[in-house]
């Protein structure tokens, strides 16, 4: 059993929007406070679409992230709040890996939906690399191992 998600998915799916709405509501405020917004109303418009930006974005990229990942060799146990579910390699469809985005995604892609729904998400454990273009170990052994686990199920 080793977890192969990132330890760090905690801080991004709780700490970062707490933050990220704390310094916006401080902003608005500061500008309540100050009488801006009653020589221009328009100083709210910046940080109510900063919140409706953010939240869209924390919604569609960190919110529906797995909180836990773990490899028991022929599945993967996978944890998102209180539900808990079993994959086999075989119910794999599909693994795809995002570049560029932080946090990291590895995106599986089921044939028959889990109970965590029929893609799940998570953020993986990343090493250390220069390579920008770097390829996820982590997206690159799950790919192999679930195109393995379906050939033996087809012969």
Known sequence: MQRISSSGTFISKRIVPILFLGFTAFFIFDIVRSGAIENDPFFLLGPVLMIVFGAVMLKRFVFDLADEVTDH???????????????????????????????????????????????????????????????????????????????????
Not at 124 to 137: D, E, I, V, Y
Not at 139 to 145: G, H, P, S, T, Y
């Open 73 to 155: 060799g022929a599945f993967l146990s996978i944890r998102r709040g209180s539900i808990e579910d079993k994959i086999y390699f075989e119910n794999i469809m599909n693994v795809s890996a995002t570049q560029f985005v932080n946090p990291p995604r590895i995106t599986l892609r089921l044939v028959s939906p889990s109970k965590l729904g029929k893609e799940v998400a998570f953020s993986p454990k990343t090493g250390f690399s220069l390579n920008p273009f770097a390829r996820s170990k982590v997206a690159d052994n799950l790919i192999e191992r679930a195109h393995a686990a379906r050939s033996r199920s087809v012969a």
